[in-house]
T-cell receptor, first 115, second 109 residues
């Protein structure tokens, strides 16, 4: 597609359940980023992939969060034993390169609500 | 990681030029300055990026003084549809990660 696609757009889950959030980056973009945005705040970095490998996962809040990008394209963010504090919009972005002369293209996000 | 400081909010009337200034005193030699715009229920959208002096595109201009410790995003003749949150980021490539809380611009009819 022309842009970054994220599915589902909305997800409501019960506390303690497992969820997967999917990101389809722009074709050919080697860099992929996950961010989390809480109401009234700016996006907060979670993890960054260069190709298939996680180049920086320092933003993942704890070991309940995990992300993969097995073929260097689609990425899945996985959250185990969800907590109400995990409720936020999860944003994915991709870039042709990690070079600073490219901006990131963001998807519209997945709004996760943990009840 | 260079942090940025922006005004929390700004109001402007339609048709006026809006200038949003961002401070980044700890900017590093290899850092670029990037601005994003975000509407409700959407991801941030890239507006403009620069390293020094002035950059202009069809949407905005970015002014960067010689010491690069600040930058100013200039939006000419704003319309109601420019109401959004504007983020200033400083960093190099994958380090360009810190969004902060941004500046909430409200354009008034």
């Amino acid at each position: 597609g022309a842009g970054v696609s994220q599915t589902p757009s909305n997800k409501v889950t019960e506390k303690g359940k497992y969820v997967e959030l999917r990101c389809d980056p722009i074709s050919g973009h080697t860099a992929l980023y996950w961010y989390r945005q809480s109401l009234g705040q700016g996006p907060e970095f979670l993890i960054y992939f260069q190709g298939t490998g996680a180049a920086d996962d320092s933003g993942l809040p704890n070991d309940r969060f995990f992300a993969v990008r097995p073929e260097g394209s689609v990425s899945t963010l996985k959250i185990q034993r969800t907590e109400r504090g995990d409720s936020a919009v999860y944003l994915c972005a991709s870039s042709p390169s990690t070079a600073a002369d490219y901006g990131y293209t963001f998807g519209s996000g997945t709004r996760l609500t943990v009840v | 990681l260079a942090k940025t400081t922006q005004p929390i909010s700004m109001d402007s009337y339609e048709g006026q030029e809006v200038n949003i200034t961002c401070s980044h005193n700890n900017i590093a030699t290899n850092d670029y300055i990037t601005w994003y715009q975000q509407f409700p229920s959407q991801g941030p959208r890239f507006i403009i990026q620069g390293y020094k002096t002035k950059v202009t595109n069809e949407v905005a201009s970015l002014f960067i003084p010689a010491d690069r410790k600040s930058s100013t995003l200039s939006l000419p003749r704003v319309s109601l549809s420019d109401t959004a949150v504007y983020y200033c980021l400083v960093g190099e490539g994958a380090n360009n990660l810190f969004f902060g809380t941004g500046t909430r611009l409200t354009v008034i009819p």
